[in-house]
């Protein structure tokens, strides 16, 4: 599976923006897919995940109630929307893919992964 990242850019905070994250070389539809993000300095850490069917959703803490995630199993894609961006979001946004259909947080869980999309959130 190779995965295509897009839709980052630089954004005043307050602004939203939408992450895709498009598949090809297999279907999706079967893979619990997540965002992971990393800021200069920092480990990888998780975002958000998306079951299979799109049933079932996770966040961190830290992006629960302004982000959002969402996918289309026809078009191959998730998305990440973003919204109510704060400086501290500032980060290369990374899509991935996990073989098995349930949920996972942690990065060695996802097997596939896109090249990154940045992310600026100027204050």
């Known amino acids: 599976v190779q995965l295509q990242a897009s839709g980052g850019g630089l954004v005043q905070a307050g602004g939203s923006l939408r992450l895709s994250c498009a598949a090809s070389?297999?279907?999706?539809?079967?893979?619990?897919m997540g965002w992971f993000r990393q800021a200069p300095g920092k480990e990888r850490e998780f975002v958000a995940a998306?079951?299979?069917?799109?049933?079932?959703?996770r966040y961190a803490g830290a992006v629960k109630g302004r982000f959002s995630i969402s996918r289309d199993n026809a078009k191959n894609t998730v998305y990440l929307h973003l919204n109510s961006l704060k400086p501290e979001d500032t980060a290369a946004y990374y899509c991935?893919?996990?073989?098995?259909?349930?949920?996972?947080?942690?990065?060695?869980?996802?097997?596939?992964w896109g090249q990154g999309t940045q992310v600026t959130v100027s204050s």
């Open positions: 991935a893919a996990r073989e098995i259909g349930t949920i996972g947080v942690d990065r060695w869980e996802y097997a596939y």
């Open positions: 070389g297999r279907t999706i539809s079967s893979y619990a």
């Open positions: 998306i079951s299979w069917d799109g049933g079932t959703t």
